[in-house]
């Protein structure tokens, strides 16, 4: 395969994925605000996960201060802002038209037909009361999108790099979101203390984690626990085990020549979170974890890109 | 369709019968249906200088435009003879020039020509062929001859069209073919496959074949995607190919893989910025020099532009008697060269009346069309012409045929064109029919897509009961 068609299916599938996260986060976060007693609470949240996942800045440019729902339509419907979820399905769908002859034509109608669509949503004058059918819609097409892709894909290294892209982006989601949480997920000695109701149902609601966790532990709702499932569970499709472990499967259908080290490395990062205990974790802190993941899947993305995507001129 | 009031011509009567049953509002419906379609599949084309119409649909009619078979017969014969004469014309003008040296055409037609390719002289591409896809513009006048208004041996584009408006009068009116004949046309992608790897260079036995793309800017990238997706190969940008040891390479997730064959979709100019343009960010530095030691096949090849020239159109049926020793089976129109002085003279007294073109121009641009323009706009192409007479030559507005188009609300005549796609390879293949253009603004006689032409489905009635 062209290294270029690779690049832009793992782009086409990063983008898309980033707009289902981006959509999860507001509507978690939208939920909540039109419960009565949110407040500050909310608000603290919201701040914290725009800080995480760096949108803060931006949105400081265009408005004073953080107000819920002026934050809502700017992450979904801004079309200045290049990271708003519009504009991650317009670049999902620019990067599929790029290599519409390597998709399946219901994998490119439907990547197509989201954007279509998603421009009449900008088109319309009352986002306010949209806003939750906005994120619904989002969610479903991502949905849809995943399920056309697996369903139709031929299982080649078209389909792999592709899963490769949205297990990346998805481990990186995941962290950030975990990072914004990090201190009330603190695990300290008093394992058993409750925070803020509100901010864990952000957390497990923006991680499609809150049935999951009742099912799992049928029990109240720890910090510990929280990080566990996120982090440690192996069976939680959104857990960094989980994605990593994905990347690393993946990574070893598309072997190359020089792809090694990237595939040791990996594997070396998916090992670690299979065989380490939450007790570990803890002892180093929980935002050094976080931290040094992040770096170490921002290495990985490199490598990936000069192995496969943009190997480096022809000598 | 009705040669005279009321009337339909046979090869129409049972669609004539169809459609009369139809009720509007299903007609309609299915207008909209297809609209929608051609949106969500993205068949659409880049108008260039128009920001807000970045991608466009190209008008779809649902009325489709029908030849019957006999007519398409004597189409098919004429148009396999015009495309081997311009082949062995390309390969005389880089080779012996013996219809120069006959004064069939004068040389400097040829070898003044910015089309003509100096660096092709004594290369020899493999069988002989240059123009592997040609895209021949038929049309018939008032007197119901087929005439050939244009040759397009360079990029010919419009391939998918023909192929995607089948597959939507199939999707819309499935009944109606089961109702009529109709020649298919979906086989095209396999036959063009076939035909580029027939003009691999020797020796090799598997040849990778790839299409070669300017990318996603370009107004034609539907069809280029398309078609590489139709045919299984990689649809390439000049950054993914290298020149190595005179042997092209595309960069893979496995590597560099060798190439074969460049089904090529730009422009020599853009091939090879250390041959020809320089600045081009589209070609692939060393190309030429691979393809001169006969390492690489290009299709169509370098220099098949000077052939498709308006100002070598005129000699082509010359080429035809000279080449092959027979007489054209599909005339030319009337061309007057405007370098000829009587040319001139008879064409400056009538541009009221005449079509005058660029003789470089493309694409419905550079020309006047003396019935429709204004005492100005001819007066301003008289100072061009004068100016620089060379560079026109000047055709009658043919009485076009019309065929039925949906229009406002109802159905009204409109003026068509017929291009089919002639493949040049071990034999010479069309398939059945081409893409029909249509000029949907009232007594226009342009079909350009980017100058608001539509197109309609083109049916080659096997059997016109």
């Known amino acids: 395969m062209l290294s270029r068609t690779a690049d832009h299916l793992y782009w086409m599938s990063r983008y898309i994925e980033r707009a289902e996260s981006l959509a999860r986060l507001v509507d978690a976060h939208y939920r909540m605000s039109l419960l009565p007693q949110s407040g500050d609470a909310m608000v603290q949240s919201l701040s914290s996960t725009m800080t995480a996942l760096h949108v803060e800045q931006a949105y400081r440019e265009r408005h004073e201060s953080i107000v819920p729902m002026a934050v809502f339509e700017f992450v979904s419907l801004d079309r200045d802002y290049s990271g708003s979820i519009v504009n991650c399905l317009r670049a999902a769908r620019e990067n599929a038209r790029a290599v519409r002859g390597s998709l399946t034509s219901e994998l490119w109608e439907t990547l197509n037909s989201t954007w279509l669509d998603a421009r009449s949503f900008m088109a319309r004058s009352t986002p306010r009361t949209d806003i939750g059918h906005f994120v619904e819609w989002v969610k479903e097409r991502s949905h849809l999108t995943r399920g056309v892709t697996i369903g139709t894909m031929l299982r080649d290294e078209a389909f792999y790099f592709s899963r490769i892209g949205t297990f990346i982006e998805r481990a990186d989601s995941t962290a950030r979101i975990l990072t914004a949480h990090q201190n009330d997920l603190r695990p300290g000695a008093d394992a058993s203390v409750v925070p803020d109701p509100y901010q864990w149902s952000v957390l497990l609601r923006a991680l499609s984690a809150f049935e999951v966790y009742r099912r799992v532990y049928r029990d109240v709702i720890t910090p510990y626990k929280v990080a566990q499932l996120l982090i440690l569970r192996d069976d939680m499709p959104r857990s960094l085990t989980r994605c990593c472990k994905e990347v690393y499967q993946n990574l070893q259908s598309v072997r190359n020549d020089q792809s090694r080290e990237t595939e040791r490395r990996a594997g070396e990062i998916h090992a670690m979170l299979h065989f380490t205990r939450m007790e570990a974790i803890i002892e180093v802190g929980l935002p050094y974890f976080l931290q040094q993941f992040l770096a170490r899947l921002r290495d990985l993305g490199d490598r990936v890109a000069s192995d496969f995507l943009v190997p480096p001129a022809e000598a | 369709m009705y040669p005279t009031e009321g009337a339909a011509r046979s090869h129409y009567r049972l669609y004539a019968e169809w459609l009369a049953a139809q009720p509007a509002e299903r007609l309609a419906q299915k207008r909209a249906e297809a609209d929608a379609l051609f949106h969500r599949v993205g068949i659409t084309f880049a108008v260039y200088g128009q920001e807000e119409g970045a991608e466009r649909l190209i008008p779809f009619d649902i009325v489709p435009r029908v030849l019957p078979v006999e007519e398409w017969a004597k189409l098919e014969a004429g148009l396999k003879q015009r495309v081997t004469a311009l082949n062995a014309f390309i390969h005389d003008i880089y080779h012996d020039q013996q219809i120069l040296k006959a004064g069939v055409v004068p040389p400097e037609q040829v070898l003044c020509n910015s089309q003509y390719r100096p660096e092709m002289q004594g290369v020899d591409v493999p069988g002989g062929i240059y123009a592997h896809i040609a895209g021949i513009d038929i049309v018939r006048d008032g007197a119901g001859e087929f005439r050939v208004l244009e040759d397009n041996l360079r990029v010919p584009s419009g391939v998918s069209y023909m192929l995607e408006n089948r597959n939507m009068m199939m999707r819309l009116f499935p009944e109606l073919f089961s109702e009529?004949?109709?020649?298919?046309?979906?086989?095209?992608?396999?036959?063009?496959?076939?035909?580029?790897?027939?003009?691999?260079?020797?020796?090799?036995?598997?040849?990778?074949?790839?299409?070669?793309?300017?990318?996603?800017?370009?107004?034609?990238?539907?069809?280029?995607?398309?078609?590489?997706?139709?045919?299984?190969?990689?649809?390439?940008?000049?950054?993914?190919?290298?020149?190595?040891?005179?042997?092209?390479?595309?960069?893979?997730?496995?590597?560099?893989?060798?190439?074969?064959?460049?089904?090529?979709?730009?422009?020599?100019?853009?091939?090879?910025?250390?041959?020809?343009?320089?600045?081009?960010?589209?070609?692939?530095?060393?190309?030429?020099?691979?393809?001169?030691?006969?390492?690489?096949?290009?299709?169509?090849?370098?220099?098949?532009?000077?052939?498709?020239?308006?100002?070598?159109?005129?000699?082509?049926?010359?080429?035809?008697?000279?080449?092959?020793?027979?007489?054209?089976?599909?005339?030319?129109?009337?061309?007057?060269?405007?370098?000829?002085?009587?040319?001139?003279?008879?064409?400056?007294?009538?541009?009221?009346?005449?079509?005058?073109?660029e003789v470089h121009g493309a694409g419905g641009y550079g020309m006047l069309i003396g019935p429709a323009a204004t005492k100005d706009e001819i007066e301003h192409f008289r100072k061009l012409i004068i100016a620089s007479p060379e560079r026109y030559i000047a055709q009658p507005t043919l009485a076009l045929s019309t065929c039925p188009t949906f229009a406002g609300q109802g159905l009204k005549p409109r003026h068509i064109d017929l291009r089919p796609f002639v493949l040049s390879g071990k034999d010479i293949r069309i398939v059945p029919g081409g893409l029909t253009r249509v000029a949907l603004r009232e007594g226009s006689l342009v079909v350009n897509s980017s100058q608001g032409g539509g197109t309609k489905d083109t049916w080659v009635l096997e059997d016109p009961c």
């Open chain 2, 180 to 357: 009529h004949r109709i020649a298919p046309v979906e086989r095209y992608p396999d036959f063009l496959l076939d035909n580029l790897q027939s003009v691999a260079p020797t020796g090799v036995s598997d040849p990778t074949v790839v299409l070669l793309t300017a990318g996603a800017a370009n107004s034609a990238y539907f069809e280029h995607a398309f078609l590489a997706q139709q045919m299984g190969v990689e649809l390439v940008e000049g950054q993914d190919l290298f020149v190595r040891d005179e042997a092209v390479y595309m960069r893979t997730t496995q590597g560099a893989q060798r190439v074969d064959v460049i089904y090529r979709r730009i422009d020599d100019d853009f091939l090879d910025p250390l041959a020809f343009r320089p600045d081009s960010m589209l070609g692939v530095p060393g190309l030429l020099a691979a393809y001169r030691e006969g390492r690489i096949t290009i299709a169509n090849a370098i220099g098949t532009g000077v052939a498709d020239d308006k100002s070598i159109y005129p000699y082509v049926p010359e080429m035809i008697r000279f080449y092959l020793g027979q007489a054209p089976l599909i005339p030319n129109v009337q061309t007057w060269m405007l370098r000829r002085q009587e040319d001139l003279d008879y064409v400056l007294a009538h541009l009221p009346d005449l079509v005058v073109k």
